[in-house]
């Protein structure tokens, strides 16, 4: 499932380099991909896709509020993609019989609240949380599709 994921989330990052490059230059045909958005943090991209659709979609603002929606769960299940992908699992859990597995983050992470730095994030994930994952990331590809198609569809500003 851990792979399937980030096949997924993989895609999903393709599909937000396209739909920039596109909303950019409104066209298919064209080298910013390759030449200028291929290295982008995921993050920064949902922004830069929220700004330029913002301008681009002002006549189409339920596309665009469709378009808000999707980025916002993309960027919901990114921190989760992070964990899940980029964490340090314990394998030695894994028995037949086992409901969790634990895994860490060893990314630092600054506590809004205390204003301490946090060095370790520790999950217990279950196998039905990696299926809802899963789930949710298949469902957020699936919906991006159709927004895309929907707003390549329409004559931006």
Not at 33 to 38: C, E, H, I, K, R
Request: charged share 30%; aromatic share 8%; proline share 2%.
């Amino acid at each position: 499932m851990l792979g399937e994921i980030s096949i997924y989330f993989a895609t999903i990052e393709h599909r937000l380099i396209d739909h920039l490059a596109y909303l950019l230059t409104k066209s298919d045909n064209t080298l910013v991909s390759p030449y200028t958005l291929d290295r982008l943090p995921i993050s920064l991209l949902i922004k830069q896709i929220q700004s330029v659709a913002e301008l681009r979609l002002s006549e189409f603002s339920g596309l665009f509020e469709k378009l808000k929606a999707i980025l916002k769960i993309i960027d919901d299940l990114r921190l989760q993609r992070n964990l899940f992908i980029h964490g340090d699992w314990f394998t030695e859990e894994l028995k037949e019989d086992s409901k969790y597995i634990t895994v860490l983050d060893y990314k630092p992470k600054l506590d809004k609240d205390t204003k301490v730095w946090k060095y370790m994030n520790v999950k217990k994930v279950s196998h039905e949380e990696l299926e809802e994952m899963l789930a949710k990331v298949k469902e957020a590809y699936e919906q991006l599709i159709i927004i895309c198609n929907k707003i390549r569809g329409v004559k931006l500003r």
